[in-house]
């Protein structure tokens, strides 16, 4: 497995394997990599091939985090992570860092982003302003420079993982976008390397997330549901935990993420909460 740091070296090398001919499978990541992860690395590996090469970058990107939010913090362990990666042989781990992805960030030099405009407006995009602004610049770079044809995202940043396809079809890119299903722990929540901020009390409340779609699902087998209502009701379920306060819920078309009103077997559900100052989402189709 080789570890890259520099932007150019990573493009000369996917320029070669194009070159001749090698498939390339792509998993972006933030690090501090957990079973879900991995799972995203063994569909690259599939859509690879035996020949083919899987690429998993792993970058904090500073431009997806707000003013308050957790970039300082949010958990980082590169040695830990290239073991992984080597045990799910993984050909090529980027590991850029800030000022050769974003030169003169910093001193307010850099200036150039990607904006989609409609999708990234709603839900994560309302609630953090300016996220995915981060989120399709960085994207974007990393698909320059890794050249993939398939990579892979997971379910559980939903939102994420429509916005990226939008763009992807938007600006021509020839990559396909494989979304991969969400691993959960066995009390159901979701996995993300955001739950390391959770106390064992904190930890506990969390699966709040999960048993809000199981409510939800377990509703509209029964029929269709207003959903002021049942969005109202899933309000009090996550209240009922004292750790635990509501961002957002939001009832949509899977596809369209155009907002529903009425909720019925199909529609998606997504739900941001606050567990204690960990702020965690999750997603499923009812």
């Given at each position: 497995m080789r570890l890259i740091r520099e932007p150019s070296v990573m493009q000369r090398l996917a320029r070669r394997w194009q070159r001749q001919g090698i498939r390339v499978a792509f998993v972006p990541t933030m690090g501090y990599l957990h079973e879900g992860h991995l799972s995203l690395i063994r569909v690259a590996r599939r859509h690879a091939g035996a020949r083919g090469i899987v690429v998993v970058s792993i970058y904090v990107n500073p431009t997806q985090f707000g003013p308050r939010e957790d970039f300082t913090r949010y958990p980082r362990d590169l040695q830990r992570d290239l073991n992984l990666c080597r045990s799910e042989d993984v050909n090529v781990v980027f590991a850029p860092d800030d000022e050769a992805m974003y030169p003169g960030l910093r001193q307010g030099r850099y200036s150039t982003y990607v904006v989609e405009e409609r999708l990234s407006a709603i839900m994560e995009g309302a609630s953090r302003p300016g996220h995915f602004r981060g989120v399709t610049t960085i994207v974007a770079k990393l698909f320059h420079l890794v050249l993939p044809d398939v990579a892979v995202f997971g379910a559980k940043d939903w939102q994420q993982a429509a916005i990226i396809r939008r763009m992807?079809?938007?600006?021509?890119?020839?990559?396909?976008?494989v979304v991969a299903p969400t691993v959960r722990e066995s009390d159901g929540l979701a996995m993300s390397s955001r739950n390391t901020y959770l106390d064992p009390?904190?930890?506990?409340?969390a699966t709040v997330l999960f048993r809000a779609l199981q409510y939800a699902r377990q509703q509209v087998s029964r029929g269709p549901v207003p959903a002021a209502r049942l969005r109202r009701a899933v309000a009090r379920l996550v209240a009922a935990e004292p750790l635990a306060r509501l961002d957002y819920v939001a009832f949509f078309?899977?596809?369209?993420?155009?907002?529903?009103?009425?909720?019925?077997?199909?529609t998606h559900m997504?739900?941001?909460v606050f567990i204690g100052r960990t702020r965690l989402i999750d997603n499923a189709r009812l």
């Open positions: 992807v079809a938007d600006l021509n890119f020839p990559v396909r976008i009390e904190e930890r506990r409340q078309d899977s596809e369209t993420l155009e907002p529903v009103r009425e909720v019925r077997a199909g997504a739900l941001a």
